[in-house]
C-alpha cells in the first residue's frame, strides 16, 4: 500500500499582496494558501488540523464550563427550532448551544433575565480565554476580551489581541502600558480619574471674557491652561414624547463623548432615542446662542445634562459661561453643578488612566470573535422574535439572549502572528 506525505509546502517567500503577519507566516510555514485576486485564505492539511484543534477545544471547553451543547446545524434558526422543541423538558440543557458555521464557531444561548445572560457572555468569554491559554498552536499569542458599550439595550464583549497594522479584523483600541488591558474606544471606563486640581482649595466662581475661544484649544492657548482642566461641552438633540430634545454632555476638555454610551444612557434613563448632533440652526433654537460657550452651571431651562465621570470631583475647573465670549473659572464639583447626573460617556482616549494606574497607548487590536447581549423584551431581534413564552399571567415573555461567533480564522492568524 502506497504512503502519502502530507502536503506542507513550506516557502521563503512570503505571498504576494498580503499584509496580515498571520497570513504571511501560515503561508511560509506550507499551512495555507493565499489568493491574491480575491483575498481568500485557504487552510492546507497541517493549518485545517490545527484549525479544526482549535475549533474543538473551544466547544469542549464551551460545553464543559457552561454548558453550550454543540450541535451540527447550519443556521440560527435551526438552534431556535430545537430550544423551543427541548426546553420545556431538559430545562437548562436545552438554553445554549454553539456550532460550527464555516471558520467560525457560533453561539446562541439564552436566560431568564438580562443580567444572568451577561453573566454567561462573561462566563463564555473567560472559557474560550482558558481554551486558548492551554493551546501551544497559537504560539504563545495574548488574547483577552474587551467589553464594548452599544446603543442597543445589553452588553457587547470582543475576542481581541494586540496585532500589526495591516492585519484581518483590525481596528483601533489601545493597551495600557503597565498591566496590558486591550479596550475599545467604546469600552466602559467606570471610574473617575483624578483630577488635575485635587488638594487645591476651591476658588470663587467668576465669568472671565473669553472672546473667540469657542474651542477647547483655543481657550487653553488664551488662558495658558491644560485640557485636563477645562470641562469640554457637546450639544446634541434626541427624540422623546414626540418632541426634540436639547442634550448636553459634558466631559473633561481632553476626552471625548461616547455617541454609543450617551445613546445607552438617554434610552434607559430619559426614554429618549435618536441621539444625533444638533445643527447651528437646532442650537440657536433650543438653547441660544451658546454654541462654544456652553457650561454645567446656568444651562437654560429644559436642556437635559449629564457629565462624565472625568468632572467628577473637579476643582477650579474652566468651562463654559451660557453666553458668548464669556467662561467661567473656579467651577468645582459637586459645589457648583452638583445637581447634574454623573456617568460614563466617555471614549477612551491615548493618555488616559487605567484602572491599574498606567496609561493608555493607541494600537491595533485584532477582534477574533464577539458576542452581544439583548433583552429581547427592550430590543427585538428579527430572526429570534419567536423565542418566547408565556408567564403564570398568560402574558407573552422574552428571555435575554447571548449570541455571536469565535472566529477560529481569526484565532489562527492571531496566533501565528
Known sequence: MRGYETLLPKTDKPPARAKDPGVVNLVMSGEAAYNAKNGELVFLPEGERKRREVADALASCLFQQCGLQHVGCGSDEAVFSIAERYVRDWGQSATGFCYDAGRDARILA???????????????????????????????????????????????????????????????????????????????????????????????????????????????????????????????????????????????????????????????????????????????????????????????????????????????????????????KNCCHPRDFGHHPITDIAQIAAGAQCRCGGAYEACEIRESGNLRVVDLAQTPLENIKTLSCRDKDGERVYPAVCFGALSTEGIMLAGNE
Not at 439564552?110 to 482558558?130: F, H, P, T
Not at 496585532?163 to 484581518?168: P, S, Y
Not at 435618536?274 to 447651528?280: I, M, P, V
Not at 442650537?283 to 436642556?303: D, S, T
Request: glycine share 12%; proline share 4%.
Open 110 to 328: 439564552w436566560n431568564a433575565d438580562q443580567a444572568s445572560a451577561e453573566s454567561k457572555a462573561e462566563r463564555v468569554m473567560d472559557a474560550a480565554l482558558g481554551a486558548l491559554r492551554g493551546m501551544d498552536i497559537i504560539n504563545g499569542s495574548v488574547f483577552s476580551f474587551a467589553e464594548e458599550v452599544t446603543e442597543s439595550s445589553g452588553r457587547a464583549f470582543a475576542l481581541a489581541s494586540k496585532c500589526e497594522r495591516g492585519a484581518e479584523r483590525a481596528r483601533g483600541g489601545f493597551i495600557c502600558a503597565s498591566c496590558g488591558t486591550l479596550m475599545l474606544p467604546d469600552s466602559p471606563i467606570g471610574f473617575a480619574p483624578p483630577q488635575p486640581g485635587d488638594g487645591e482649595a476651591e476658588g470663587l466662581i467668576e465669568d472671565i471674557k473669553t472672546p473667540g475661544a469657542d474651542t477647547i484649544a483655543e481657550l487653553c492657548q488664551q488662558l495658558g491652561i491644560n485640557a485636563r482642566r477645562t470641562i469640554k461641552a457637546m450639544l446634541y438633540v434626541a427624540d422623546g414624547d414626540g418632541h426634540r430634545n436639547a442634550v448636553a454632555a459634558f466631559v473633561r476638555g481632553d476626552r471625548n463623548v461616547s455617541m454609543n454610551k450617551l445613546s445607552k444612557w438617554l434610552k434607559a434613563e430619559r426614554g429618549l432615542t435618536g441621539l444625533r448632533t444638533a445643527d447651528k440652526a437646532e442650537l440657536r433654537e433650543l438653547v441660544g446662542e451658546v454654541a462654544g460657550y456652553c457650561g454645567p452651571v446656568g444651562l437654560p431651562l429644559g436642556v437635559v445634562v449629564v457629565c462624565d465621570n472625568s468632572v467628577a470631583g473637579a476643582k477650579n475647573a474652566v468651562a463654559g459661561a451660557n453666553r458668548p465670549g464669556y467662561h467661567k
